[in-house]
T-cell receptor
Framework: NAGVMQNPRHLVRRRGQEARLRCSPMKGHSHVYWYRQLPEEGLKFMVYLQKENIIDESGMPKERFSAEFPKEGPSILRIQQVVRGDSAAYFCASSPWTGGTEAFFGQGTRLTVV | AQSVTQLGSHVSVSEGALVLLRCNYS??????LFWYVQYPNQGLQLLLKYTTGATLVKGINGFEAEFKKSETSFHLTKPSAHMSDAAEYFC?????????????FGPGTRLSVLP
């Protein structure tokens, strides 16, 4: 059973471009979470999704950021018109339906905006 | 709403010394509790978790944690630190129901192990 897969591992974008980060959850997991981590800082929750539904997006910036978890395919975190402040590591985690089960993390995507 | 505090953003111990990383939570009901470790440029890896049952939980790499409901704490300990334990440690909670569990993470504690 493969772990949570994130790609790309590293992404460089110029200011104003779009960044698309992909996350394939572990097999059988229907819950996906996205977090952002700045250097020397902790994890900041962004969004929690289930298949075709956004459950909690209270951590998502109101503009330029969006996330989806379609019926088929990976979860996508999309950042439009990136700015230097978007440079960070973005982590995806997944968990199954059952409460009490831990979240399994991917290796992260490190976004650099130049 | 749930919240997690970790006392001490940076803890230094000597190799062979006791490791104690503190975690306190705020929740209307006892949540599920987790400790994760993050090595540089890596994702988070589960160390241990508490859901129900015995309040002293043993995890990987010799770590353990004790859930104390009266103190709303879930401190992480290891009797003897090893150089390889140097990493960032995160405490996390999730609500004890079967729907819509969301994980709330503490700010993290960076552990340094001195030779």
């Amino acid at each position: 059973n493969a772990g949570v897969m994130q790609n790309p591992r590293h992404l460089v974008r110029r200011r104003g471009q779009e960044a698309r980060l992909r996350c394939s959850p572990m097999k059988g997991h229907s819950h996906v979470y996205w977090y952002r981590q700045l250097p020397e800082e902790g994890l900041k929750f962004m969004v929690y999704l289930q298949k075709e539904n956004i459950i909690d997006e209270s951590g998502m910036p109101k503009e330029r950021f969006s996330a989806e978890f379609p019926k088929e395919g990976p979860s996508i975190l999309r950042i439009q018109q990136v700015v230097r402040g978007d440079s960070a590591a973005y982590f995806c985690a997944s968990s199954p339906w059952t409460g009490g089960t831990e979240a399994f993390f991917g290796q992260g995507t490190r976004l650099t905006v130049v | 709403a749930q919240s997690v505090t970790q006392l001490g953003s940076h803890v230094s111990v000597s190799e062979g010394a006791l490791v104690l990383l503190r975690c306190n939570y705020s929740s209307s009901v006892p949540p599920y509790l987790f400790w994760y470790v993050q090595y540089p440029n890596q994702g988070l890896q589960l160390l241990l978790k508490y859901t129900t049952g015995a309040t002293l939980v043993k995890g990987i790499n010799g770590f353990e944690a004790e859930f104390k409901k009266s103190e709303t704490s879930f401190h992480l300990t290891k009797p003897s630190a090893h150089m390889s334990d140097a990493a960032e440690y995160f405490c996390a909670v999730s609500p004890p129901d079967n729907y819509g569990q969301n994980f709330v993470f503490g700010p993290g504690t960076r552990l340094s192990v001195l030779p």
